[in-house]
């Protein structure tokens, strides 16, 4: 199994910037797709973005493209979420996620494709 570490999360206010980072502790270059979600308290687990093994490929949830970057770091195991321009609706407990290639289930934010997660850290954004 993969195990997943979250870290960067915090306070920030409306307009700043975040750096979110996720350890795994294999190597996971070339076998798998990471992902980051987000919860908020009493809503749905929404994707965010995606980054295929390789990091050529990127998706993003509309309501964050254009602010949030994706990237990877394969040999450090590492993903990042660079996350610019914070609202307080950014506000929530946000995931790594990872899967091994293969076959999806319909598009990349759906929760069942993803089979490794980790704790979770937690970003406020104030007004």
């Known amino acids: 199994q993969v195990q997943l570490v979250e870290s960067g999360g915090g306070s920030v206010q409306a307009g700043g910037s975040l750096r979110l980072s996720c350890a795994a502790s294999?190597?996971?270059?070339?076998?798998?797709?990471m992902a980051w979600f987000r919860q908020a308290p009493e809503k749905e687990r929404e994707g965010v973005a995606m980054?295929?093994?390789?990091?050529?490929?990127?998706y993003y949830g509309d309501s964050v493209k254009g602010r949030f970057t994706i990237s990877r770091d394969n040999a450090k195991n590492t993903v990042y979420l660079l996350m610019n321009s914070l609202k307080p609706e950014d506000t929530a407990m946000y995931y790594c996620?990872?899967?091994?290639?293969?076959?999806?289930?319909?598009?990349?934010?759906?929760?069942?494709?993803?089979?490794?997660w980790g704790q979770g850290t937690q970003v406020t954004v104030s007004s």
């Open positions: 980054i295929s093994s390789g990091g050529g490929s990127t």
């Open positions: 294999e190597y996971t270059g070339n076998f798998y797709y």
């Open positions: 996620a990872a899967s091994f290639r293969g076959t999806w289930y319909g598009t990349w934010y759906i929760v069942r494709n993803w089979r490794y």
